[in-house]
T-cell receptor, first 114, second 115 residues
Framework: DGGITQSPKYLFRKEGQNVTLSCEQNLNHDAMYWYRQDPGQGLRLIYY???????QKGDIAEGYSVSREKKESFPLTVTSAQKNPTAFYLCASSIAGTGQETQYFGPGTRLLVL | GESVGLHLPTLSVQEGDNSIINCAYSNSASDYFIWYKQESGKGPQFIIDIRSNMDKRQGQRVTVLLNKTVKHLSLQIAATQPGDSAVYFC??????????????FGKGTKLSVKP
């Protein structure tokens, strides 16, 4: 069953703690993305990667970090520097990252602060 | 700045009626557009896309219209069903600098279908 998986579905973060959100895809897509969604808002791009071992900052990268060691995996770390991390985080992938193709989304991870 | 927006934040329709969801975009250089459906607590689901060399594209029960003259995009859903209730987002591809491949999303329109 092909697709994008994200885990966990819910994640709780204590103040000062770093947490990592998982994103895996078995679609053989080159490009992967992380978005943040706040209530009543559109999606905002955090980071994206068009190829293994390379990634670029999006519009709201501060307080976040990523890695792309494998084609199928693009984990996002929410660091303690992110002062307002409560949001719904969405991972997506696309074939090549050219901008002329569909991005397919995972089910999302909801991050809450204790 | 450049942005994608929506004319109506909420839309309520009767089951069986047709729905029209509108989207305005401001970058005339955008050349690829996508409509997504997002149900509560879930990730966005692809509905239909259209490229700027087209004015209209049809899918199953859905039609997307692109008017480049007024920079307007619409999604038409025929015979709306309760399962169509969701938030609908439009997104545009806006190449700028080295950010090729990035989609810019509107805030969404909530569609409610009354039985």
């Amino acid at each position: 069953d092909g697709g994008i998986t994200q885990s966990p579905k819910y994640l709780f973060r204590k103040e000062g703690q770093n947490v990592t959100l998982s994103c895996e895809q078995n679609l053989n897509h080159d490009a992967m993305y992380w978005y943040r969604q706040d209530p009543g808002q559109g999606l905002r791009l955090i980071y994206y990667s068009q190829i293994v071992n390379d990634f670029q900052k999006g519009d709201i990268a501060e307080g976040y970090s990523v890695s792309r060691e494998k084609k199928e995996s693009f984990p996002l770390t929410v660091t303690s520097a992110q002062k307002n991390p409560t949001a719904f985080y969405l991972c997506a992938s696309s074939i090549a990252g050219t901008g002329q193709e569909t991005q397919y989304f995972g089910p999302g991870t909801r991050l809450l602060v204790l | 700045g450049e942005s994608v927006g929506l004319h109506l934040p909420t839309l309520s329709v009767q089951e069986g009626d047709n729905s029209i969801i509108n989207c305005a975009y401001s970058n005339s250089a955008s050349d690829y557009f996508i409509w997504y459906k997002q149900e509560s607590g879930k990730g966005p689901q692809f509905i239909i896309d259209i490229r700027s060399n087209m004015d209209k594209r049809q899918g199953q029960r859905v039609t997307v219209l692109l008017n480049k003259t007024v920079k307007h995009l619409s999604l038409q859903i025929a015979a709306t069903q309760p399962g169509d209730s969701a938030v609908y987002f439009c997104a545009e591809n806006m190449n700028y600098g080295g950010s090729q491949g990035n989609l810019i999303f509107g805030k969404g329109t909530k569609l409610s279908v009354k039985p």
